[in-house]
């Protein structure tokens, strides 16, 4: 069993940054693929980012290759999403989620808001 929190959302310009964390509980954190998501208002949630267990590979959407970077940190049981050069279709709840085969297990979100 494994439980994500979310933290690191908020408003921001576009043309800014900013880095959400995804904190894990449970000892098999390292062994899960780490994925990020998002649902803005009114669309299905989409894919935005994954990495695996191990870290060596990572595999994004389109639309936000070369601004986002995702990172985990597999001793403190936390993967993040550093986001740069914020659009205003960026503006989400984003969502982190664990699995190996499916993604299993889901936080609660954060919401990421960009606006002049």
């Known amino acids: 069993q494994v439980q994500l929190v979310e933290s690191g959302g908020g408003l921001v310009q576009p043309g800014g940054s900013l880095r959400l964390s995804c904190a894990a509980s449970?000892?098999?954190?390292?062994?899960?693929?780490m994925g990020w998501f998002r649902q803005a208002p009114g669309k299905e949630r989409e894919f935005v980012v994954a990495i695996t267990w191990s870290g060596h590979s990572t595999h994004y959407a389109d639309s936000v290759k070369g601004r986002f970077t995702i990172s985990r940190d597999n001793a403190a049981n936390t993967v993040y999403l550093q986001m740069n050069s914020l659009k205003p279709e960026d503006t989400a709840v984003y969502y982190c989620?664990?699995?190996?085969?499916?993604?299993?297990?889901w936080g609660q979100g954060t919401q990421v808001t960009v606006s002049p």
């Open positions: 989620a664990a699995g190996k085969s499916t993604y299993d297990y």
């Open positions: 449970g000892r098999a954190f390292s062994t899960y693929t």
